[in-house]
């Protein structure tokens, strides 16, 4: 309890001295800072339903990364049926699908269509590895995380790639094409617990000019 409470007073002397820089009343930046720090995952939820419209607004959120060369790989299922979570469950997948009432599988397209960096102009797209797929779709999973944080939601990244235990399932239950890979899936709910935030920052991890 002593280093929660030791964390979360550090996390609030960390925001409330990014204010104090500022020398101004809360602006947008300073709600940005503090949503990202004050985010932390949640694992236990209510039964209140994750709406429509807040489910559009965290893939919106989501859809917002940045993409290597812009082609945006992505994919989405969101599963909101009770009987298809548990199905999850049952096949070894973690048991908190079953228990949030949304879960968010991020997608990613392994290969692309593309043109080589070198061709000329009238050359054709080709089938080709796209090596930043996972990259990309993490940018996503963190949005979403932050977005559902800012709606006062809980949320957690619980990984699938690349376990092959835990993607195989995923992708035979969901329908999920060969060649697009389900990175994260993303338990979303209304907090059923308050955990306090994490202060991670280690001055000591940092290095200038070089290591």
């Not at 994260?184 to 920052?201: F, L």
Request: hydrophobic share 40%; glycine share 4%; aromatic share 6%.
């Amino acid at each position: 309890m002593k280093t929660k409470i030791a964390g979360a007073a550090a996390l609030l002397a960390t925001i409330l001295f990014a204010m104090a820089c500022n020398n101004a009343p809360q602006s947008a930046s300073d709600a940005v800072l503090e949503n990202i720090l004050t985010r932390t995952s949640i694992r236990q939820y209510t039964d209140e339903p994750v709406s429509d419209a807040q489910i559009e607004t965290l893939l919106r959120a989501g859809m917002a990364a940045p993409s290597a060369r812009n082609l945006q790989p992505w994919s989405f299922v969101v599963v909101t049926d009770s009987t298809v979570r548990a199905s999850l469950v049952t096949k070894g997948v973690n048991k908190m699908y079953a228990e949030a009432p949304c879960i968010i599988v991020v997608c990613g397209e392994t290969t692309m269509m593309r043109k080589p960096h070198d061709a000329p102009e009238d050359a054709e797209p080709q089938e080709v590895p796209n090596g930043n797929w996972s990259v990309d779709c993490s940018a996503v999973t963190e949005n979403i995380l932050l977005a559902a944080h800012s709606l006062g939601l809980g949320a957690v990244w619980t990984a699938c790639w690349p376990y092959e235990d835990r993607y195989a399932p995923v992708k035979e239950l969901l329908g999920i094409p060969e060649k697009v890979m389900p990175l994260a899936i993303i338990p979303v709910g209304h907090p059923a617990e308050d955990p306090a935030p994490k202060d991670k920052w280690k001055p000591e991890r940092i290095h200038y000019g070089r290591w």
